[in-house]
């Protein structure tokens, strides 16, 4: 499978993305390299991974614990003070191995230590693999909300080895699935028609290699998110604004993000419809394809009311307007977008219809 080439580095596919780091480290003169790893890619990952490439190389593992409760400045700090003890420098390299909360917190953390080291990340989750590793957004949570803090730098390569996907359970498949969805919605009907009837792990490489691609050539165009890349977002308002409250509500079990997003993108469907023209068969469409793959919850009022509550801190804000990414149709997206408050009443209505 060829490369995706961004601007500054590439994403390579199995057997080639072992072969682009082995040849990468053999011409680069790094003073350590350190891998990055949580308690499952320690287990299920590493091993493989280090035999294909790091047998001519000193290493050293660094482990977080997993989950996106991890995802902390407080985290950070004890991988920063674990570099530094073991004598990173500016030469030194972090190899990011696992899933988003793994490569976000990895890329942040290298991006900071001694203000900036090299960095690659090699996702093990569907959801990394098809978003959080490619595009150069880095960060953590501020308390329950969402990557508030970090930078946007990008790696010197992304290798994506889609073996590694056999270690993931269905619901972390279909979560990474949500976001690949979100590409059909957002750029591409066609490719959306197919992911809703086909997908299956028999052909996932092809599906992740169209996913990146779609990523690339937005994330190619605006890069720091000034305008087109906003669309990435579609679903995300309200979705993580759901999965803060979540996140912050011990008494519910913790939603993965492709199922906040799944949430997400049907109440924003509704907004869409409402606002800017999709139609009423387009949203059926996404509401039922969304609903057949993904928990439906049974959100109260006052769940509602916190979670438009949490709409305030969204990154995309700006002098106090929330601006939401809607559909004119499936493949369309429109951005900054206003919403009148009274209708995400009715999204949640819309939602909760059987
Ligand atoms: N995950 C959305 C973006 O990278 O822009």
Not at 301 to 318: G, S, V, Y
């Amino acid at each position: 499978m060829e490369s995706v080439i961004t601007d500054t580095y590439a994403v390579h596919f199995n057997q080639r993305a072992y072969d682009a780091i082995n040849d990468h480290l053999a011409h680069t003169a790094y003073s350590k390299v350190f891998v990055l790893v949580d308690e499952n890619t320690k287990r299920d990952c590493l091993e493989d991974f280090t035999k294909a490439t790091l047998n001519n190389t000193d290493f050293e593992v660094l482990e977080v614990e997993s989950g996106e409760k991890n995802k902390t400045i407080a985290t950070c700090i004890q991988l920063w003070e674990a570099l530094s003890e073991k004598d990173a420098d500016r030469k030194s390299l972090l190899i990011n191995l696992g899933g988003g909360v793994v490569t976000d917190m990895g890329g942040f953390v290298a991006s900071t230590f001694k203000r900036g080291i090299a960095f690659i990340n090699v996702p093990t989750s569907l959801l990394a693999m098809v978003d959080a590793s490619i595009g150069g957004k880095t960060g953590v949570d501020l308390g329950a909300l969402k990557n508030q803090i970090g930078v946007i730098n990008q790696p010197i390569m992304v290798l994506i080895v889609s073996d590694f996907l056999k270690s993931l359970g269905e619901r972390q498949l279909q979560s990474g699935y949500a976001e690949m969805l979100k590409h059909g919605l957002i750029t591409d009907a066609g490719y959306w028609n197919v992911l809703k009837s086909h997908f299956d792990t028999k052909n996932i490489d092809h599906l992740i290699y169209t996913s990146v691609t779609i990523k690339n050539k937005v994330v190619l165009q605006d890069p720091t998110e000034q305008h087109l890349r906003k669309i990435l977002n579609f679903g995300h308002t309200l979705g993580h604004a759901v999965e803060s409250y979540f996140l912050e509500h011990i008494a519910y079990e913790t939603l993965l993000h492709g199922e906040a997003i799944a949430i997400g993108m049907i109440l924003e469907g509704y907004l869409s419809k409402s606002l800017t023209g999709l139609s009423d068969a387009e949203l059926t469409d996404i509401k039922d394809t969304f609903l057949k793959r993904y928990p439906k919850i049974d959100f109260k009022e006052n769940d509602i009311d916190a979670i438009l509550a949490l709409l305030k801190f969204d990154k995309k804000n700006t002098h106090g307007n929330i601006n939401f990414v809607l559909l004119k149709d499936i493949g369309t997206p429109v951005i900054d977008v206003k919403i009148p408050h009274e209708l995400f009443a009715d999204a949640f209505a819309y939602y909760a219809q059987v």
